[in-house]
């Protein structure tokens, strides 16, 4: 079975753009989890989707925002970036549904903002 | 909410030891607990995880104990080899649901090293 997989792997991007992350999910998985990792915060929950809808979100400002498609496909975007943006975000799926909690990452992200 | 205390933040053994690294939370809510191993330039990887109705799992070198009065769980490496050098992770997470659901809360890592 394919693994959890993220496109583009490396991106740079100026102050005050936006990007977009992608990520698509292991065969099956209905919930993707995304998460910012830095050196000084570590990894920090940002939201999680399923079916399509965010059933939950971290403490991170509203110019973090995604969304999931029918596939469970699902893209994150970054508005008006600042230079404490910069990071690897990881995406993790999961069945999403029941008592099964384990979560798959993805080989993240990896932002810079110039 | 959650908030998971990670100890050592680094740990250095010789090849064949024990690894030992510690991990503390605060919500007794929580009842899931993986750990994860990070090389360089990859994701996490899920290596073991415990669930709040066991006290210990072993898979080959690699075992987890969690204490839930203390609100402790550990993650213990035997016949250590250098391919084990990476950072470890753990988390920690309630139920699915509400405002758990797909949030895990992780620890600050261990970097691991081991000497040849």
């Known amino acids: 079975k394919a693994g959890v997989t993220q496109t583009p792997r490396y991106l740079i991007k100026t102050r005050g753009q936006q990007v977009t992350l992608s990520c698509s999910p292991i065969s099956g998985h209905r919930s993707v989890s995304w998460y910012q990792q830095t050196p000084g915060q570590g990894l920090q929950f940002l939201f999680e989707?399923?079916?399509?809808?965010?059933?939950n979100k971290g403490n991170f400002p509203g110019r973090f925002s995604g969304r999931q498609f029918s596939n469970s496909r699902s893209e994150m975007n970054v508005s008006t970036l600042e230079l404490g943006d910069s990071a690897l975000y990881l995406c993790?799926?999961?069945?999403?549904?029941?008592?099964?909690?384990?979560?798959?990452f993805g080989p993240g992200t990896r932002l810079t903002v110039t | 909410g959650e908030n998971v205390e990670q100890h050592p933040s680094t740990l250095s053994v010789q090849e064949g030891d024990s690894a030992v690294i510690k991990c503390t939370y605060s919500?007794?809510?929580?009842?899931?607990f993986p750990w994860y191993k990070q090389e360089l330039g990859k994701g996490p990887q899920l290596i073991i995880d415990i669930r709040s109705n066991v006290g210990e799992k072993k898979d080959q070198r690699i075992a987890v104990t969690l204490n839930k009065t203390a609100k402790h769980f550990s993650l213990h490496i035997t016949e250590t080899q250098p391919e084990d050098s990476a950072v470890y992770f753990c988390?920690?997470?309630?139920?699915?649901?509400?405002?758990?659901?797909?949030?895990?809360?992780f620890g600050q890592g261990t970097i691991l090293t081991v000497h040849p």
């Open positions: 993790a799926s999961s069945v999403g549904t029941g008592q099964i909690y384990e979560q798959y």
């Open positions: 919500d007794s809510a929580s009842n899931y």
């Open positions: 988390a920690a997470s309630p139920s699915p649901g509400g405002t758990s659901y797909g949030k895990l809360t």
């Open positions: 989707y399923f079916s399509e809808t965010q059933r």
